[in-house]
């Protein structure tokens, strides 16, 4: 099977723009998480969706939203960029409701860098 | 979800057996304890999981006592691949899936 993929891997923005980013899950897995890491904050929680709705979400501003589209396919959108948005934003999926523990599998990440 | 404490960081070298600990004394009796390994600029990759005694893959062995208060992950004979950070964490089996990362241990591999 083939694994998670994000699109793009590398970005560059400036302050102000807005950025989507592209996640494709594992084929199947019904559920898509989305993280920020950061080498201050490390990995945190932005919001999962499931069946195409918003199941779970973290701490974060609205400026930041996601979507999921009936192939389980996800974005994420970053609206009114700051320069602490930039980080590595990843995606992980899982199957989103096997017994017993759901394990979730990362792609390899955006690297987003705004100027 | 449990809040895991482990070592921030732990040098070995190649061939060893590497032991790290991670703490979670709150852990709930529906959480299984996961293991990830993080390579930089990589997302982490799911190593190993268990919920008490002992599990083992093809790539590690995981104790867990049967408190659950604790868990140990074995790393036969590492290599400078082994080169990463490793985390810890305590996750639901139902209905949750946010993670929650601690700063994890960043494991140094010499020749």
Redesign the interface.
Known sequence: KAG?TQTPRYLIKTRGQQVTLSCSPISGHR?V?W?QQTPGQ????LF?YFSETQ??K?NFPGRFSGRQFSNSRSEMNVSTLELGDSA?Y???S?D?GR???????????T?LTVL | LAKTTQPISMDSYEGQEVNITCSHNNIATNDYITWYQQFPSQGPRFIIQGYKTKVTNEVASLFIPADRKSSTLSLPRVSLSDTAVYYCLGERDTGRRALTFGSGTRLQVQP
């Open positions: 998670v559920s998480s993280y490390g990995l945190q929680f999962e199941r779970n973290g590595l990843l995606c992980a899982s989103g017994a017993p523990a759901d394990t979730q599998y990362f792609g390899p990440g690297r």
